[in-house]
């Protein structure tokens, strides 16, 4: 079953473009474009609901009609959903209003897609809505026993083999620049050369017979297809 994750945004262009990001990246994407009504689907979920919440994560705009961003977080955290704001409200006094108040995360308009995707999957890991199995063609992660399996057999990967594996699994069907791949696993102060991840993806493509899978981006990076 996918993460359902809802998109409270009520700008139309920019909750089709995240929306499509995240289908792409294997999330189950829920749009509400006003305030209130992304009240009423919350309280209404909760209601019906035993054990875990259905949605996942929130990504939620500040300036909503309707109910706004900052009135929705109380109604976010009686129903067990984490939020991430996303929002054009750049000033420190918006931003410490939402951490304070209880969000995850907060993202300024304009942002980079990717960004966007890595800080997701990193809040869904803090708060224990990760995703534990990623699975790619007879490929099995299990993110919790920190394992790999191809056809039902133990992987061997080094470390760092295995978290670059992670994060291209965890972000299917979008494109890392090696920059963003190194930044990302191996830290942004790595003083390293690009060179390194070419290495990694070789091998990994060798262990897990990826050379379909993971794809080069001409003068960009690398690509895991599904």
């Not at 942002?111 to 890595?118: A, G, N, Q, W």
């Not at 399996?149 to 080094?158: D, F, N, Q, R």
């Not at 299917?172 to 050369?193: C, H, I, P, T």
């Amino acid at each position: 079953m996918k993460t359902k994750i809802l998109v409270i945004e009520d700008d139309t262009a920019i909750s089709e473009l995240i929306c499509m990001n995240l289908e792409a990246a294997g999330y189950d994407p829920v749009p509400i474009y006003d305030g209130e009504e992304a009240e009423t689907a919350v309280l209404a979920e909760k209601d019906k609901r035993e054990g875990v919440p259905e949605y996942a994560l929130a990504l939620l705009d500040i300036m909503l009609p309707g109910k706004d961003g900052f009135q929705l977080m109380e109604v976010m955290q009686t129903a067990e959903i984490p939020v991430i704001y996303l929002t054009a409200k750049a000033d420190v006094v918006s931003k410490v209003h939402g951490l304070r108040a209880g969000a995850e995360d907060y993202i300024v308009k304009p942002f980079e897609v990717l960004e966007l995707l890595v800080r997701i999957e990193k809040v869904l890991q803090r708060t224990g809505r990760g995703r534990e199995i990623i699975e790619i063609q007879d490929v099995r992660i299990d993110r919790k026993e920190h394992q790999v399996t191809k056809g039902g057999k133990p992987v061997a990967l080094k470390p760092m083999e295995y978290e670059l594996l992670v994060l291209l699994a965890g972000n299917k069907n979008v494109a890392f620049s090696r920059e963003q791949l190194l930044s990302q696993v191996w830290g942004s102060d790595y003083m390293g050369e690009t060179r390194t991840v070419d290495v990694h993806i070789g091998r990994l493509r060798k262990k897990l017979d990826f050379f379909d899978v993971i794809r080069t981006i001409p003068k960009t990076g690398y690509r895991l297809e599904d």
